[in-house]
């Protein structure tokens, strides 16, 4: 069997992030929807009516979304971690007539999985790959139940060398 074009393996991986995204996304909505920890809605809405409210798109930028009017809004650190949220994300949040906050991943950019080694200092955890730092969530390391030390696969931007931050995708 001839090898595949490298155009089509790019195509590939792209849609099986997709799917994976997708995935994530549709957990989060059944965690939401039956109460359990770990749900996008930070404040539960009694019914599917309220959820009506003022719609925000903006950018997230490791932690938190930048709204298009300058302002932050936090982003939910299990949230983020558990949907591998990468800087550069777009995320359409919602903010309810109750004043629930209701985060959607709707535009995820392209990425890339690199391996790299745990490490801690000044309080904050990091990613040492390619010759270089990735900040993680600490919401990351607990629930990938990851230690100081430890290979880990982690997911950047793939067209953002400055990148800060990165999502964890799995401990090695």
């Given at each position: 069997?001839?090898?595949?074009?490298?155009?089509?393996?790019?195509?590939?991986?792209?849609?099986?992030?997709?799917?994976?995204?997708?995935?994530?996304?549709?957990?989060?909505?059944?965690?939401?929807?039956?109460?359990?920890?770990?749900?996008?809605?930070?404040?539960?809405?009694?019914?599917?009516?309220?959820?009506?409210?003022?719609?925000?798109?903006?950018?997230?930028?490791?932690?938190?979304?930048?709204?298009?009017?300058?302002?932050?809004?936090?982003?939910?650190?299990?949230?983020?971690?558990?949907?591998?949220?990468?800087?550069?994300?777009?995320?359409?949040?919602?903010?309810?007539?109750?004043?629930?906050?209701?985060?959607?991943?709707?535009?995820?950019?392209?990425?890339?999985?690199?391996?790299?080694?745990?490490?801690?200092?000044?309080?904050?955890?990091?990613?040492?790959?390619?010759?270089?730092?990735?900040?993680?969530?600490?919401?990351?390391?607990?629930y990938?139940?990851?230690?100081?030390?430890?290979?880990?696969?982690?997911?950047?931007p793939?067209?953002?060398?400055?990148?800060?931050?990165?999502?964890?995708?799995?401990?090695?």
């Amino acid at each position: 069997m001839s090898e595949l074009p490298e155009k089509q393996v790019k195509r590939l991986y792209a849609l099986i992030q997709e799917a994976e995204t997708n995935l994530a996304a549709a957990k989060e909505l059944l965690i939401s929807i039956t109460g359990d920890d770990g749900a996008v809605i930070t404040k539960r809405s009694t019914n599917l009516e309220e959820a009506r409210g003022k719609v925000i798109e903006g950018v997230f930028d490791g932690q938190k979304m930048a709204g298009p009017d300058g302002k932050e809004y936090p982003v939910p650190a299990n949230y983020a971690s558990k949907s591998k949220l990468v800087e550069g994300d777009i995320l359409k949040l919602t903010i309810t007539d109750d004043g629930s906050f209701v985060y959607k991943q709707i535009g995820p950019i392209e990425r890339k999985l690199i391996i790299g080694t745990l490490v801690q200092h000044d309080g904050a955890y990091y990613v040492e790959a390619n010759g270089r730092e990735y900040r993680i969530l600490l919401a990351s390391v607990t629930y990938f139940r990851i230690n100081v030390n430890d290979q880990v696969t982690i997911i950047v931007p793939a067209d953002n060398p400055e990148a800060e931050w990165a999502a964890v995708e799995a401990a090695l």
